[in-house]
């Protein structure tokens, strides 16, 4: 629910941007007690871009509140079973995963950045996230081609998009944005850039490790022991 409804916005570590504050680390927000983010959540802010979600059920509402409560660090230390160092080669190398992704800066930019993934993951989730053959993309990261008023072809992912324009992003890094009054064609590839097959591309203990990996990248990060059952 987090990816879908908040998001967008707040991005996927909570952490903020351009449209929304940050509300992982932001002592203010912290301080609020979960009735007054459950009333946020469900009436939004007026006067802001804050909406409100009256569709959302109760028990919707408290679990998003229990979910940014996590981002905030209102978690359990992580523990892991792999090799992390290991897990980091195969990320940056035979993965391929820093192609789309980043870990502390580093990495390709068109997918999300994974430092703080496992600030709200358990190591069971993360791996499932890796193996699933179905994905559906979360907005900002919609594979698409415009075909512009000159005919030219533009393939990327859709970053923004309102009723009135788009803004795309290219292999190449570089962002275009378009009144949708201008293109000729907007076409929705669906899908996800995110292979599908990396239960047959990395072995069980590759993907061990690929997590494990994963589970300590997060700022601040607590990672202890070893626990098999994470994996599993």
Known sequence: ?????????????????????????????????????????????????MPAFHTLSGKQIHDLVGYV???????????????????????????????????????????????????TSSAAAIREEIIKATR????????????????????????NEDNFSVQLQTDDGSFHFFKKATLQKIEYTGGSLMPSDYRERLSDTELTDLVSYLMTTSDGSKVTGHRK???E
């Open 229 to 231: 059952d994470d994996f």
């Open 1 to 49: 629910m987090f990816n879908s409804t908040c998001a967008p916005c707040h991005g996927l570590d909570g952490r903020g941007g351009d449209k929304a504050p940050n509300i992982s680390t932001n002592a203010r927000v912290q301080r609020l007690s979960d009735a007054e983010l459950s009333n946020i959540i469900s009436n939004g802010v007026p006067g802001t871009g």
């Open 136 to 159: 559906v993309p979360a907005m900002g990261y919609r594979p698409a081609v415009l075909v512009t008023a000159t005919g030219e072809r533009l393939e990327g992912l859709i970053r």
């Open 69 to 119: 409560r996590s981002l905030q660090g209102r978690g359990e230390a992580k523990q892991v079973t792999g090799n992390v160092e290991h897990g980091k080669e195969i990320f940056f190398g035979k993965g391929n995963c820093s192609n789309c992704h980043t870990i502390s800066g580093k990495g390709g930019f068109l997918g999300p950045d994974l430092t703080n993934h496992a600030a």
